[in-house]
């Protein structure tokens, strides 16, 4: 997704702008750039297609000031218009004074070009970006400044984060969001920023405070304001101590992020469990304090909504959530229930899954199930994201930033928040009974240390597997009950890190269809737990995958001697109650994945067409 930064302060701007856009590459771009002032008010614009390096060599070609104090930079993930020099952002009005970057989509950019043509505004890109800054130039010159910017987009649909540099107002930046992307300021030492997310503040400062829809802020080195973008109402914010360390979003010695947060697994469940579940097993959540307890004891459905890997979490939090409380469960992908008319009330919780907080099919989603009265709770990564905002109460994953676009650490963290959900509703509802409950929770404080033992056996025994499969192009993965959806996980992984197909299936399904595909050329790796109530059932589709010269991988229990027996190759995982095995059992799936990218040479944490939040429709 498009990536924003602002600044203004006594720091050189331009080393601030890249550093800034250097920490959100991770969002996925395809060109990026940068306007700033110098100390003369002169404005000086640059932005190339390609990676952010081109801009830098932009920069150093031209005579680009040094002492420049405020500026704005952009990188962007293209919806309208190729990736060129031209459809980069920032965008300049006629007169060259004004400079708009922007997230999000303008829907009436149409017929607004149309009028601001017939007014005599020359465009120059393909973009829907560049009207806004033409209809800010255009009301500009009938209402002061910043009133403009209000009158400008009252005439916008759409949605939008914006930032905008203009050189006749040289001591300000203003900040608008109308559900775009989230902005978030920091408040540095005699400066301010403004950027799309957390990561590229880190190591400037640790204050922040989030825009929510329809605000408008004005920024200055040492002061702001923020309003009510229509209104000119004033608005206080409440300032957020973001703990993350500037190192915790770099690399830390691995040769790519994806590495370090698979790696950096335990830790993340350990720091999301800290707190909320003590040693004898019992759960204390107080995030749910912000719901009605009659409600929390009564409500008769969960509804879990999310996209991609967040949405494979959530299918695993059926079979916790059935199991222990005994309530249906339903799950929907966001981008479907959204436009479905769905039917959820008063009497269910919806409960929406995003390790951003910032995918804009469940930000919509979770908006319509409030519409219909519907209790909702989010489990998200990002402190004060949109969908945070929006839910009526939030358990956070403390797995800390998550920047390779495959989600890993986010996804583990994702199950351990929903056994926490889930053990502490139990406890609220008094189902099961409390000694089984209990130790369920005393199990769950345990897998921080089974999955730090996995990974560092895993670490030997994969390579020589990827090797082997990773000129295959097509994978089959298999799995059953609650290890379902951590084929569909396995497989996820797999395409989008390393574009080779892979589907994951539950595998009674594989007779009904895909036993078709099977031959010598399309492995079938297989999820085959011997403690699983499933095992005797996956043992039987091995064979039968066996009997058509399919190739087959099975993620085995330690010492499984049958299980050797019937498959090609085998990853051994601790054996593990069935109920926790996911957070285990995907730990092989993504070290596989990540081997064979590898060997691929592929760009592993900015996987091509991929970005890691996504923000448009
Ligand atoms: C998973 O590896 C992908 N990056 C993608 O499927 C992702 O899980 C999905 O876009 C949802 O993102 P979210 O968790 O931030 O909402």
């Given at each position: 997704?498009?990536?924003?930064?602002?600044?203004?302060?006594?720091k050189?701007?331009t080393?601030?702008?890249?550093?800034?856009?250097?920490?959100?590459?991770?969002?996925?771009?395809?060109?990026?750039?940068i306007?700033?002032?110098?100390?003369?008010?002169?404005?000086?614009?640059?932005?190339?297609s390609?990676?952010?390096?081109?801009?830098?060599?932009s920069?150093?070609?031209f005579?680009?000031?040094?002492?420049?104090?405020?500026g704005?930079?952009?990188?962007?993930?293209?919806?309208?218009g190729?990736?060129?020099?031209?459809?980069?952002?920032?965008?300049?009005?006629?007169?060259g004074?004004?400079?708009?970057?922007?997230n999000?989509?303008i829907?009436?950019?149409?017929?607004?070009?149309?009028?601001l043509?017939k007014?005599?505004?020359?465009?120059?890109?393909?973009?829907?970006?560049?009207v806004?800054?033409h209809l800010?130039?255009?009301?500009?010159?009938?209402?002061?400044?910043?009133q403009?910017?209000g009158?400008?987009?009252?005439?916008?649909?759409?949605?939008?984060?914006?930032v905008?540099?203009?050189?006749?107002?040289?001591?300000?930046?203003?900040?608008?969001?109308?559900?775009g992307?989230?902005?978030?300021?920091?408040?540095?030492?005699?400066?301010?920023?403004?950027?799309s997310d957390?990561?590229?503040?880190?190591?400037?400062t640790?204050?922040?405070?989030y825009?929510?829809?329809?605000?408008?802020?004005?920024?200055?080195?040492?002061?702001y304001?923020?309003?009510?973008?229509?209104?000119?109402k004033l608005?206080?914010?409440?300032l957020?101590?973001?703990?993350?360390t500037?190192?915790?979003?770099?690399?830390?010695?691995?040769?790519h992020?994806?590495?370090?947060?698979?790696?950096?697994?335990?830790?993340?469940?350990?720091d999301?469990?800290?707190?909320?579940i003590?040693?004898?097993g019992?759960?204390?959540?107080?995030?749910?304090?912000?719901i009605?307890l009659?409600?929390?004891?009564?409500?008769?459905?969960?509804?879990?909504?999310?996209?991609?890997?967040?949405?494979?979490?959530?299918?695993?939090?059926?079979?916790?959530?059935e199991?222990?409380?005994?309530?249906?469960v339903?799950?929907d992908?966001?981008?479907?229930?959204r436009y479905?008319?769905?039917?959820?009330?008063?009497?269910?919780l919806?409960?929406?899954?995003?390790?951003?907080?910032?995918?804009?099919?469940?930000?919509?989603?979770?908006r319509?199930a409030?519409?219909?009265?519907?209790?909702?709770?989010?489990?998200?990564?990002v402190l004060?994201?949109s969908?945070t905002?929006?839910?009526?109460?939030v358990?956070l994953?403390?797995?800390?930033?998550?920047?390779?676009?495959?989600?890993?650490?986010?996804?583990?963290?994702?199950?351990?928040?929903?056994?926490?959900l889930?053990?502490?509703?139990?406890r609220?509802?008094?189902?099961?009974?409390v000694?089984?409950r209990?130790q369920?929770?005393r199990?769950?404080?345990?897998?921080?240390?089974?999955?730090?033992?996995t990974?560092q056996?895993l670490r030997?025994t994969?390579?020589?597997?990827a090797?082997?499969?990773?000129?295959?192009?097509h994978?089959?993965?298999?799995?059953r009950?609650?290890?379902?959806?951590?084929?569909?996980?396995?497989?996820?992984?797999?395409?989008?890190?390393?574009?080779?197909?892979a589907?994951?299936y539950?595998?009674?399904?594989?007779?009904?269809g895909?036993?078709?595909?099977?031959?010598?050329?399309f492995?079938?790796v297989?999820?085959?737990?011997?403690?699983?109530?499933?095992y005797?059932?996956?043992?039987?589709?091995?064979e039968?995958v066996?009997?058509?010269?399919?190739?087959v991988?099975g993620?085995?229990?330690?010492?499984?001697?049958?299980?050797?027996?019937k498959?090609?190759?085998?990853?051994?995982?601790p054996t593990?109650?069935?109920?926790?095995?996911?957070?285990?059992?995907?730990l092989p799936?993504q070290?596989?994945?990540?081997?064979i990218?590898?060997?691929?040479?592929?760009?592993?944490?900015?996987?091509?067409?991929?970005?890691k939040?996504?923000?448009?429709?």
């Open positions: 997704m498009c990536g924003i930064v602002g600044y203004i302060g006594e050189p701007a080393a601030v702008l890249l550093d800034g856009l250097q920490k959100l590459e991770y969002r996925g771009y395809d060109s990026s750039g306007a700033v002032l110098d100390h003369s008010h002169h404005l000086h614009i640059s932005k190339r390609g990676k952010i390096q081109n801009l830098v060599k920069i150093h070609q005579h680009w000031p040094q002492s420049c104090y405020i704005i930079g952009h990188t962007r993930w293209a919806t309208h190729q990736p060129t020099d031209e459809n980069a952002h920032p965008h300049l009005d006629c007169s004074t004004i400079a708009v970057v922007h999000g989509i829907e009436n950019y149409h017929e607004l070009k149309q009028h043509q007014q005599g505004h020359i465009f120059k890109s393909q973009t829907d970006t560049e806004l800054v800010l130039e255009a009301e500009a010159r009938h209402n002061a400044w910043p403009a910017v009158e400008a987009l009252k005439k916008v649909r759409g949605t939008y984060s914006l905008i540099l203009n050189q006749k107002d040289p001591h300000h930046l203003i900040g608008v969001r109308k559900g992307g989230g902005l978030v300021i920091g408040m540095g030492k005699q400066a301010m920023f403004i950027a957390v990561s590229a503040l880190l190591g400037h640790h204050q922040v405070f825009l929510d829809d329809g605000e408008m802020i004005i920024l200055e080195k040492q002061a304001q923020v309003m009510d973008w229509e209104t000119q608005r206080l914010k409440q957020l101590t973001i703990e993350w500037p190192q915790q979003a770099e690399k830390g010695g691995y040769a992020f994806m590495l370090k947060e698979i790696m950096e697994q335990s830790k993340a469940m350990e999301t469990l800290r707190g909320r003590d040693a004898a019992n759960t204390q959540l107080v995030e749910l304090s912000k009605n009659k409600f929390l004891k009564t409500f008769h459905r969960i509804v879990i909504l999310a996209c991609g890997t967040s949405y494979y979490a959530g299918l695993v939090g059926k079979f916790i959530f199991d222990i409380l005994k309530i249906p339903e799950i992908y966001a981008s479907e229930f479905r008319d769905p039917v959820v009330d008063a009497h269910d919806v409960l929406a899954i995003s390790q951003s907080g910032e995918t804009v099919d469940t930000l919509v989603a979770i319509e409030k519409s219909k009265k519907s209790k909702t709770m989010a489990i998200c990564n004060g994201s969908i905002r929006e839910a009526d109460a358990l994953t403390r797995a800390g930033p998550e920047i390779g676009v495959a989600s890993t650490k986010a996804f583990t963290t994702q199950v351990a928040a929903i056994w926490l889930a053990l502490e509703l139990a609220l509802r008094r189902t099961p009974t000694s089984r209990l369920m929770g199990h769950l404080l345990k897998m921080p240390i089974y999955i730090e033992q990974l056996a030997k994969i390579k020589p597997l090797q082997r499969f990773s000129r295959y192009d994978f089959l993965y298999l799995g009950g609650i290890n379902y959806p951590i084929a569909l996980e396995g497989a996820l992984k797999l395409k989008e890190i390393s574009y080779i197909h589907e994951g539950p595998a009674g399904e594989m007779k009904h895909p036993i078709a595909l099977i031959d010598s050329q492995p079938v297989v999820l085959a737990l011997k403690s699983s109530r499933y005797e059932k996956i043992i039987s589709n091995i039968q066996r009997a058509r010269s399919g190739p991988i993620i085995l229990e330690k010492n499984d001697s049958l299980g050797q027996q498959v090609n190759f085998f990853i051994e995982i593990i109650e069935e109920s926790f095995s996911p957070m285990i059992s995907i799936l070290l596989l994945a990540y081997e990218a590898v060997i691929l040479g592929r760009e592993i944490d900015q996987p091509r067409n991929l970005a939040s996504v923000t448009v429709e």
